[in-house]
């Protein structure tokens, strides 16, 4: 973390972020690419679900992707509460509708797998329920921290609300799991594989990590951003 | 614990001058839940499944409703900055706060629901079990409330924002209160659920006075 500390510096941050961010690019689209043609071609298709398990390769990762988004965004919140650390608050403003748009795709991709697989486009089941949950969150998140005329007050009701937040998936998490046991016991498949076959598991990593480089990718060039525009506010407020 | 005390006891007072507030509320909870039953249909035995869902979905409308006001009075009148600059905890006046607002909201709202349930077909021991589990969750309700109404003081449209970041929070407390009723249409004892939703009602206790003081302290800086 210590190493970290030298680019709370907004200036310094945007140096450093500058000299990243083309590369960052570049390398995101190149993996997304081989990612893309492995998922597309390279994966075999599965015995009993055909081409549709290629969802599988944008679905599970946004799934993981929106869940660390908000852990992202509870150690940004805790990091401008401790210290006050003024990119913090531009970081998580600039990530949080990443994070929710990773959560919509996955909720979405699930939605076009659900139709062929489970021959609706939606069901209760606890873990489409958690993530719309955590949708609603993300949605909170970003609503608080727009709220208010003084942006820097909705930064911190919103830091606080990611605190709160991150304590309470967990139980949320828990409690939706309970309750779709008693709802409805086990009437969906699950994909509780015994275990995953490398020639599926390896393009479904390799696109973990190009959509890991995307995130960030989007989260670097959306701080930029709000630190220009932050910067413009103060200009116009002093002119 | 004085101070604590006072404060309460000014709220409690602050609404019993203005009883029409919590009539609203109830008014409110008991117009919502009777709209059911003309969108649904009258059949009892469907009635009777979705009655505890329903009584516990309109009490925490019901709840939410009446949160949005919990602090913006001070926080207008100039009360908020006085309780920052006291020389005794803001988490104890913060607790004060939702305390009252149980008092005047939980409560009666706990009290109301199984007198609606019997409306609902409801037999003997679920309407005990739907006021006991309302009884021990609307704690909760009170304080993630109290929380989004602090985070929202001073905010444009609070009353929708209020709602939006509240209702994803208590959906804990909405599946073992309404759940409970089910179990023991099932058979079953509702010692667990009432368990979980203590442990629940104690988690918010711990976590959200600390919450509500940071951002009331914000709000008035």
Redo the contacts between chains.
């Keep these: 973390m210590a190493d970290l500390h030298f680019l709370a510096n907004p200036a310094r941050f945007r140096r450093f972020s500058q000299r990243v961010l083309p590369g960052l690019g570049f390398a995101t689209v190149l993996m997304l690419a081989v990612g893309a043609y492995m998922a597309f071609f390279v994966a075999p298709e599965d015995y009993q679900q055909g081409k549709t398990v290629r969802i599988m390769f944008l679905h599970v990762p946004s799934a993981w992707l929106s869940m660390g988004g908000y852990a992202l965004l509870a150690a940004l919140g805790a990091s401008l509460?401790v210290w006050r650390h003024p990119l913090a608050a531009l970081m998580a403003r600039a990530a949080a509708p990443v994070g929710a748009s990773f959560a919509a795709v996955c909720l979405l991709t699930g939605s076009l797998w659900g139709r062929p697989m489970w021959g609706t486009y939606w069901v209760w089941d606890a873990r489409l329920t958690s993530m719309l949950?955590l949708f609603?969150?993300y949605?909170?998140h970003i609503?608080?921290s727009r709220?208010?005329?003084s942006p820097e007050?909705?930064d911190?009701?919103a830091a606080?609300?990611a605190?709160?937040?991150v304590?309470?998936l967990p139980?949320?998490k828990?409690?939706?799991d309970?309750?779709n046991t008693?709802h409805q016991p086990a009437s969906i498949t699950r994909l509780d594989a015994p275990a995953i076959h490398n020639s599926i598991l390896v393009p479904l990593l390799w696109m973990a990590v190009s959509l890991l480089f995307l995130f960030v990718w989007l989260v670097l060039l959306r701080t930029e951003t709000e630190i220009d525009r932050r910067r413009l506010e103060n200009a116009e407020a002093a002119a | 614990m004085s101070g604590f005390t006072t404060l309460l006891m000014r709220d409690l007072r602050l609404v019993l001058r203005r009883p029409g507030d919590v009539g609203v509320v109830l008014a409110f909870f008991v117009v919502a839940t009777v709209l059911f039953p003309l969108g649904i249909g009258p059949e009892t035995n469907v009635l009777a499944r979705i009655a505890a869902g329903v009584l516990w979905c309109a009490a925490l409308f019901a709840a939410l409703l009446s949160l949005e006001r919990l602090f913006a009075a001070d926080y207008e009148d100039g009360t908020l900055d006085l309780l920052l600059l006291a020389p005794w905890p803001l988490e104890l006046a913060a607790l004060a706060k939702c305390l009252a607002h149980w008092i005047v909201t939980g409560l009666p709202l706990s009290l109301l629901a199984p007198v609606l349930g019997i409306a609902f077909g409801l037999d003997g021991t679920s309407l005990l079990a739907l006021g006991a589990t309302l009884l021990v969750g609307t704690p909760t309700l009170s304080l993630i409330g109290g929380l989004a109404a602090a985070l929202t003081l001073g905010a444009r449209k609070s009353g929708a924002l209020l709602a939006l970041l509240a209702l994803p929070l208590c959906v804990p407390t909405l599946i073992f209160g309404a759940g409970a009723i089910e179990t023991l249409a099932a058979g079953d004892g509702i010692v667990t659920h009432v368990a979980i939703l203590a442990a629940l009602a104690l988690v918010a206790l711990a976590t959200t006075p600390w919450a509500i003081a940071a951002a009331l302290r914000q709000a008035g800086e």
């Design positions: 509460l949950l609603f969150l949605l909170g609503a608080l709220a208010y005329d007050r909705g911190r009701a606080i609300l605190l709160i937040g304590i309470n139980i949320i828990f409690s939706v309970w309750w008693l």
